[in-house]
Every structure is written in C-alpha cells, then in structure tokens.
C-alpha cells in the first residue's frame, strides 16, 4: 500500500508563491498517476492538478492553469507542485493522490496523503 505525505503549505501574501512536496512510502511506479486536490471550508474536494505515471502528460483545472505547475520525480518518490501569483480563492487543504487511473475525479485515486494547509491572505 502505498502511504503519501505531504509537505509545504503555509501562510502566504495574495500575489505569493508556494511550493507543495508529496513523498510516497513506496516508489510512486510508472503505473501510477498522481494528483493534487484542494478542499476549501464547506466545499467538497476538486480537482487541481494531475501528472502521467512517467511525467509527459500533464492536466489541470481552469481556474490554476498557467499559475500552477505538477512535476515527478520517480527516482525519488515525489511529486510537486510549484503555486505562483496565489489568491484567496486558492485558500484550502492540498491532498496529494496516487492511482492508476489518469484522471480528474476524486474516485480514479486510491491513496491520499493527510492534507497541507495553504492560507492566502489578502
């Protein structure tokens, strides 16, 4: 079973930047996708960011595109996540995911992390 944590949220200044950390217990194999979601205060949990089992393919949602960047390292066992130009709508807990169907929705990832929390004060 692959077990995930996350590391490097905080507290940062509208406009500010943050790097997100996940290492996996086990190598995060070529066959496993890996993904970034966000669940804000009385809202469910969606979809940020997602990464192909070997890095070439990348997909993320509307609203971080262009601000947001997912990248792996598989001989390290991590996946990260660089977050620029931040805003108070990007205010949340950040959950990296494991599983081996590519995709958006919560239920194509079988492993989670605990969460980090990202404060965007404005």
């Known amino acids: 079973q692959v077990q995930l944590g996350e590391s490097g949220g905080g507290l940062v200044q509208t406009g500010g930047s943050l790097r997100l950390s996940c290492a996996a217990s086990?190598?995060?194999?070529?066959?496993?996708?890996m993904g970034w979601f966000r669940q804000a205060p009385g809202k469910g949990r969606e979809f940020v960011a997602t990464?192909?089992?070997?890095?070439?393919?990348?997909y993320y949602a509307d609203s971080v595109k262009g601000r947001f960047t997912i990248a792996r390292d598989n001989r390290k066992n991590t996946v990260s996540m660089q977050m620029n130009r931040l805003t108070p709508e990007d205010t949340a807990v950040y959950y990296c995911a494991a599983g081996v169907i590519p995709g958006r929705r919560v239920g194509n990832y079988a492993y989670w992390g605990q969460g980090t929390q990202v404060t965007v004060s404005s």
């Open positions: 086990e190598g995060p194999t070529l066959d496993y996708s």
């Open positions: 990464i192909s089992g070997d890095g070439d393919t990348t």
